[in-house]
């Protein structure tokens, strides 16, 4: 079954420190994978993606994110934090070969601590 | 920057209700999307739409759901003989290309009294 795991529901950092925000996925075909973000009361924003080649990826922000297949993860990564930074956080998979759904994750809450 | 766009950003309505809920995808794009996030839940497939069909959709989406594209900017979701358990946020995406990155509206917040 495809499913998307994002095994932390919260976490609380302090600005300026590091952050990765964990995530798993299981998808028969060969994934797309994206990192959304979502402010209080906001849509959802794509912060990166992953299609193909380096495994490394981007984004906005500052973030960037890691496609390892051998572990069938992608984790988000920041390597200094800021207060605006706080919101929920979604990982979600999706295929190329597939023009529907996106499969998301339950997300990761960030708080910021001062 | 091109945007996904929705109307209302609130619509409250009575139980038994008919509802439309509006989106203007982004103008070059081909394929769209409704989605759903219940409060404190995960966001969930709806269903999918290109060339004015339906291409999926989710085991949420009976009877009581239709989309349309009435016009050549427009794609709307009505929902009929709306339900409590309906109250959610509704997202509509859209994509160039099959597959390809979905870019999310700002969502209408659905309340069903």
């Known amino acids: 079954a495809q499913s998307v795991t994002q095994p932390d529901i919260h976490i609380t950092v302090s600005e300026g420190a590091s952050l990765e925000l964990r995530c798993n996925y299981s998808?028969?075909?060969?994934?797309?994978l994206f990192w959304y973000v979502q402010s209080p009361g906001q849509g959802l924003q794509l912060l990166l993606k992953?299609?193909?080649?380096?495994?490394l990826v981007q984004g906005i922000k500052g973030f960037e994110a890691e496609f390892k297949r051998s572990q069938s993860s992608f984790n988000l990564r920041k390597p200094s934090v800021h207060w605006s930074d706080a919101a929920e956080y979604f990982c979600?998979?999706?295929?190329?070969?597939?023009?529907?759904?996106?499969?998301f994750g339950s997300g990761t809450r960030l708080s910021i601590r001062p | 920057e091109p945007e996904v766009t929705q109307t209302p950003s609130h619509q409250v309505t009575q139980m038994g209700q008919e509802v439309i809920l509006r989106c203007v995808p982004i103008s070059n794009h081909l394929y769209f999307y409704w989605y759903r996030q219940i409060l404190g839940q995960k966001v969930e497939f709806l269903v999918s739409f290109y060339n004015n069909e339906i291409s999926e959709k989710s085991e949420i989406f009976d009877d009581r759901f239709s989309v349309e594209r009435p016009d050549g900017s427009n794609f709307t979701l009505k929902i009929r003989s709306t339900k409590l358990e309906d109250s959610a946020m509704y997202f509509c995406?859209?994509?160039?290309?099959?597959?390809?990155?979905?870019?999310f509206g700002p969502g209408t917040r659905l309340t069903v009294l």
């Open positions: 979600a998979v999706g295929a190329r070969s597939s023009a529907s759904k996106i499969i």
């Open positions: 995406a859209s994509s160039e290309e099959m597959g390809d990155t979905q870019y």
């Open positions: 992953y299609f193909s080649g380096d495994t």
């Open positions: 998808y028969g075909a060969t994934p797309y």
